[in-house]
């Protein structure tokens, strides 16, 4: 089909589908965006504060994933029943009031640990200090900061859980199969975009006004973006910028997957499957295969990486030094955005269908992530040796998982495609869960026993361990995913 002139008589095709992408791509951002506050102000700025060890910032990071990946199960299935413009409201919504809460968390340590309630930052964290002096502590500091900032990271985590349901589900609804792959490549690119803004200026913000600013100020973008999305969104067949041409060209799988036959508005809706009949197939479970470990290994750099360059080389999120190499880092994955188009070569030029695609796409990808089996002997040489290693794995990553999002559509009617991706997340979130508790409790114990492994000692060794496991998950995930689903099979009702 023409891609600028679909159907003959139509008139030139419109781009709007580029600019609801574009929206989705600001919300990942966002989305990224919140969700590294922590991860950047934590080592530097609160566990001083709070003293906190890497086990406790484990276990928030590791709660952060469960709680993520129960919401991940249900809110798909909620998105699909509610339509996403109502569905991304309510996600960004309960994640941006989640990310602002951050804020008052040292307030609140301090009233309910020594009783001084204050509206000043400042005044709280003199208290817990002065306190702390006296040995006067009511409550232990580090136990009440931790159970408060997991109240808000369990919000954060319950409006965050919507937001790739919602963008998988948008995409479908304005991409033909065969661009769906280069489309979320694209706005998942958001999250490095996140990720690269992130050591600029969140750091920044709280060294010069505060931990405390740096929560807030991230926090209200995302009501920003809420303003935009309820006037520039609906379904491409009531919008009145997606023309027929346009429209045509969404809409052209239809006539070839019958399943997809009723997309448009004015349509009969389609047959839901519920979420426990989505656990019979096995096209299901080889979703949850290519997200569990694969997650796990991006969540794990995601919010551990500001901590590696600090215990490993020294250098503090705030430093010149700690920013350029976290900026490096994200900004190599940022690579992935081409990757992301490979799939729609093998589809077009050697006419493969959209799956067999995906699936040699994903094999390649796979292989990058061997890079980092070599990362820590190379940190021995220089520190940008590793950075460049992550960065790269980041970017395969991100190529990985823009497919295996899409593979989902590729399968699954569209009735279901946010019920199975959020099953997806759950898988992605329980394997986030192990690898962020299991890594604060593995460096904690490796810095108290200094550990040897390989011939590196204490965190470093702990480090090593991670690598390795980083380097084959892609792999073995592959591997899963072709035996269960060896070839190309739609789910129809």
């Avoid at 679909?6 to 965006?33: D, E, H, V």
């Avoid at 609140?108 to 200090?129: D, K, P, Y």
């Avoid at 948008?170 to 661009?179: C, I, R, W």
């Avoid at 019920?419 to 192990?434: D, K, N, P, Q, R």
Wanted: charge should be positive; hydrophobic fraction near 50%; include cysteine.
């Amino acid at each position: 089909m023409n891609l600028q002139n679909p159907q003959t008589g139509m008139g030139k095709m419109t781009s709007y589908r580029w600019m609801i992408c574009f929206m989705l791509f600001m919300a990942t951002t966002i989305n990224y965006m919140d969700r590294q506050v922590l991860s950047l102000t934590w080592k530097d700025f609160i566990a001083p504060e709070f003293n906190w060890t890497d086990a406790n910032y484990g276990t928030i990071a590791g709660c952060f994933s469960l709680i993520y990946s129960i919401a991940m199960l249900f809110v798909g299935s909620f998105i699909d029943k509610i339509g996403t413009k109502k569905g991304y409201m309510w996600a960004i919504g309960i994640w941006s009031v989640g990310a602002c809460l951050h804020t008052f968390c040292g307030i609140a340590t301090a009233g309910i640990s020594v009783g001084t309630w204050t509206f000043s930052f400042e005044e709280a964290r003199q208290a817990l200090a002065a306190a702390e002096t006296a040995g006067a502590v009511i409550w232990s500091v580090s136990t009440v900061s931790i159970w408060l900032f997991l109240v808000a990271r369990i919000i954060l985590a319950v409006g965050e859980a919507g937001n790739f349901p919602c963008a998988i589900k948008v995409t479908a609804e304005y991409f033909p199969k065969k661009d769906r792959g280069f489309a979320t490549s694209v706005f998942n690119a958001g999250a490095q975009l996140g990720a690269l803004l992130a050591p600029f200026t969140i750091p920044i913000i709280a060294r010069y006004w505060g931990w405390e600013m740096s929560f807030f100020i991230i926090g209200l973008l995302g009501f920003i973006w809420m303003g935009f999305w309820i006037r520039m969104y609906n379904p491409p067949a009531l919008h009145k910028k997606v023309n027929k041409a346009e429209l045509a060209y969404i809409e052209s799988d239809k006539e070839s997957d019958r399943a997809m036959a009723a997309s448009a508005a004015s349509e009969q809706p389609e047959k839901r499957l519920s979420l426990w009949k989505c656990f019979t197939y096995r096209q299901t479970w080889a979703v949850v295969a290519g997200r569990c470990l694969p997650d796990a290994v991006w969540w794990f750099f995601l919010f551990w990486a500001p901590a590696y360059v600090k215990d490993v080389y020294g250098y503090r999120s705030d430093s010149t030094m700690g920013m350029l190499l976290i900026f490096t880092l994200y900004l190599i994955s940022m690579l992935s955005i081409i990757g992301g188009y490979l799939p729609t070569i093998f589809i077009d030029k050697y006419k493969m269908n959209p799956f067999a695609g995906r699936m040699r796409a994903m094999l390649i990808f796979a292989l990058f992530p061997l890079l980092g089996l070599f990362a820590q002997p190379l940190g021995n040489i220089s520190c940008w040796f590793p950075i460049i290693i992550i960065g790269i794995i980041g970017a395969a990553h991100q190529s990985w998982s823009a497919n295996a999002y899409t593979v989902v559509s590729d399968m699954f009617p569209k009735s279901a495609v946010a019920t199975v991706t959020g099953i997806g997340g759950m898988a992605g979130g329980i394997g986030s869960l192990l690898s962020n508790q299991g890594s604060g409790l593995l460096f904690t114990y490796a810095k108290e026993t200094d550990m040897s492994f390989l011939g590196f000692q204490g965190v470093q060794a702990g480090y090593m361990i991670v690598f390795i496991v980083a380097s084959v998950a892609y792999l073995f995930s592959w591997i899963v995913i072709k035996l269960l689903v060896p070839k190309y099979k739609l789910i129809e009702l």
